[in-house]
């Protein structure tokens, strides 16, 4: 626990350095994506592996935040430090709309219908054209923090998503370690045994839902300002695919785990860019060999390595007595 | 109301076909539990193995058929051998995780050999219209519907009638039990997974001899077929069939009477529909509860 805080405060420490170290611009914006991502992987972590449903529906949130902030942002004229916490309050409803329906259902019922918000939503900005502007989507959100500041260069934006992945740690750390939080991993292990000391399964869950979408729709917020534009691809499956493959390459159920996924996952998805058309098909095969030989996750192989190291010497030690 | 016959008739046409790839579907997600969202590849994988066949190899329709039966049948087979068996028997999530990387790799593969644009098919026989009254249907649909049903009709007597299909009721009814009888589970998981595999291919290659088949269409197949296999209640074939022609009528009413654009969203509310208020499906036997 507080080796996870140390690492996770020694993390963010280094991070807040690096728009000082380094002004390439390509490497700043793989870091802003990174981050981005890492924000997302955490939120959906929160549901995956705190409460132990697989949510296909992340996007909802993800996407409600980006078209709520874009919305503020194009036809209030509201600057980021309004519409980024609005975009994830506005989700936060939205979650807590479709936990109250979809966290009454388990297991593979749970997964296509949290997929099915996500598609109905997606239908919607589709179609609504009279206020998501369809296909289209909405162009030249504006990038100014308070009043007319305006966030100019990518170091900005780098430490404004450093900032909300903060908040976005922070929170799921005091979640994590809370009561409710032990009470949803309680859930997760044995659903009955919680119920029987008297966990409501039903409660912890839509706590952790709800946060999940409230940080979800933060990220989705900041998406809006940073690329200046939204359209419904942001419901898109693949945007819920990355997500899935960070949380369980870095290992679900653990704060670092999601971190070092969005990092590893960002990272590989532009190094893979050199190899053109194959890129893609070589990552849907990176995806079925991390499921087949790294199935807990980068996070799960580093437990068990540090179990297997601290299991030596003692075996070591039996040994030695039978001689 | 001088176009509701029209419009159900196309209903159940495209009925139909989300049948035929729905009983792939609840064979492999209702009743071994795989949330394959390789489906809809399966699917497209067919309608282009099937161009493949027509357009290169010159085989008529027919033989293209069963080229494409063998072929997918095959492909399922090793599918299941080599990546859904490593992770039976651990809950949905690795399972999910696989089948997401087997649909990215196998559209883009797809799209890397044959290219984006639409392939058609060579029918069986010539486009043109046959009235019935004030229903026009061209004979190449009428042809496809045939085989279609004719195809789950098949699919039925070989899961009633063969031994094979006693072999995969037992097996989903009791594994363990099965074993114990001298069944070779492994097998069977294989050739349940072969024949859903084989079972949405069929579909994808017939549609794509009405319309035209293309490298990105899967995701969205993989999607309604989940929608259909839920309407109809897990591993119900019945509820296949009956969830499958419910989707098409209802997706052909709300396009012709509604709207056009929206019409891909009412598979999803349904779904939403049928699981808040009947979570076993509107069809299925057993009273499992989600």
Not at chain 1, 226 to 237: D, L
Not at chain 1, 294 to 304: S, V
Not at chain 2, 235 to 264: C, K, N, Q, T
Request: aromatic residues 10%; contains cysteine; charged residues 10%.
């Amino acid at each position: 626990m507080t080796l996870e805080r140390n690492i996770l405060l020694a993390l963010l420490a280094g991070a807040a350095l690096l728009p000082f170290a380094v002004s390439d611009q390509y490497i700043l914006h793989l870091a802003i994506m990174a981050l981005f991502y890492a924000v997302l992987a955490s939120s959906l972590n929160l549901v995956v592996g705190y409460v132990g449903e697989f949510s296909l529906g992340h996007t909802a949130f993800l996407g409600t935040g980006a078209y709520t902030a874009a919305l503020l942002s194009t036809q209030a004229g509201m600057p980021m430090w309004v519409t980024i916490p609005l975009a994830g309050l506005v989700s936060a409803v939205f979650g807590f709309a479709i936990g109250a329906i979809t966290l009454r259902l388990q297991g593979p019922y749970f997964v296509i219908v949290t997929l099915s918000f996500a598609e109905v939503l997606r239908i919607i900005a589709n179609n609504w054209i009279a206020v998501t502007n369809g296909p289209m989507g909405l162009a030249g959100v504006g990038q100014n923090l308070f009043g007319d500041v305006a966030v100019t260069d990518k170091a900005g934006f780098f430490l404004i998503v450093l900032g909300i992945a903060a908040v976005a740690l922070y929170l799921s750390y005091r979640f994590v370690y809370s009561n409710a939080g032990r009470a949803a991993v309680a859930v997760r292990e044995n659903r009955y045994v919680a119920q029987s000391i008297g966990v409501d399964p039903f409660g912890t869950a839509m706590q952790a839902f709800v946060l999940g979408a409230f940080l979800a729709g933060l990220a989705g917020g900041f998406y809006a300002h940073y690329i200046s534009f939204v359209g419904p691809e942001v419901f898109r499956f693949a945007f819920m695919a990355t997500m899935i493959i960070m949380v369980l390459l870095g290992g679900k159920g653990t704060l670092i785990g999601p971190l070092a996924g969005a990092v590893i996952v960002t990272v590989l998805e532009e190094y893979l860019r050199e190899m053109q058309e194959l890129r893609l098909t070589l990552f849907g095969l990176i995806v079925m060999a991390i499921v087949l030989f790294l199935p807990n996750g980068l996070m799960g192989f580093i437990a068990q390595r540090r179990e297997q190291q601290a299991a030596k010497p003692t075996l070591n030690a039996a040994k030695e007595r039978t001689v | 109301m001088d176009l509701f016959p029209q419009f159900l008739a196309n209903g159940l046409v495209m009925g139909v076909f989300y049948a035929l790839s729905a009983l792939g579907l609840t064979l492999i997600f209702g009743l071994m539990r795989v949330v394959n969202f390789a489906h809809g590849e399966f699917y497209m994988l067919g309608g282009v193995s099937g161009w493949f066949v027509t357009n290169y190899l010159g085989l008529d329709f027919f033989s293209g058929l069963i080229v494409v039966a063998a072929f997918m049948a095959a492909v399922g087979w090793l599918v299941d051998r080599f990546l859904i068996e490593r992770v039976r028997g651990q809950g949905e999530e690795p399972g999910i995780l696989l089948t997401i990387g087997l649909s990215i790799f196998l559209v883009n593969g797809t799209l890397l050999l044959v290219g984006p644009a639409p392939m058609k098919v060579a029918g069986a026989v010539a486009e043109g219209p046959l009235f019935f009254g004030p229903i026009a249907v061209t004979k190449l649909r009428l042809l496809a519907v045939a085989v279609g049903i004719a195809l789950i009709v098949g699919a039925h007597l070989l899961i009633r009638r063969t031994r094979l299909g006693a072999a995969m009721r037992a097996t989903f009814q009791d594994p363990m039990a099965a074993s114990l009888a001298g069944i070779r589970t492994g097998h069977v998981y294989a050739a349940t997974f072969a024949l859903g595999c084989t079972l949405a291919a069929l579909s994808g290659m017939l549609l794509a001899s009405i319309y035209s088949a293309q490298a990105s269409v899967g995701g969205l197949i993989s999607l309604k077929s989940f929608v259909v296999v839920i309407l109809g209640g897990m591993g119900s074939f019945a509820g296949a069939i009956a969830g499958g022609l419910l989707l098409g009528v209802a997706e052909a009413m709300w396009g012709g009477y509604v709207s056009m654009g929206m019409v891909d969203v009412i598979g999803f509310v349904l779904v939403i529909l049928i699981l808040l208020f009947r979570p076993q499906g509107l069809f299925s036997i057993r009273t499992e509860r989600a």
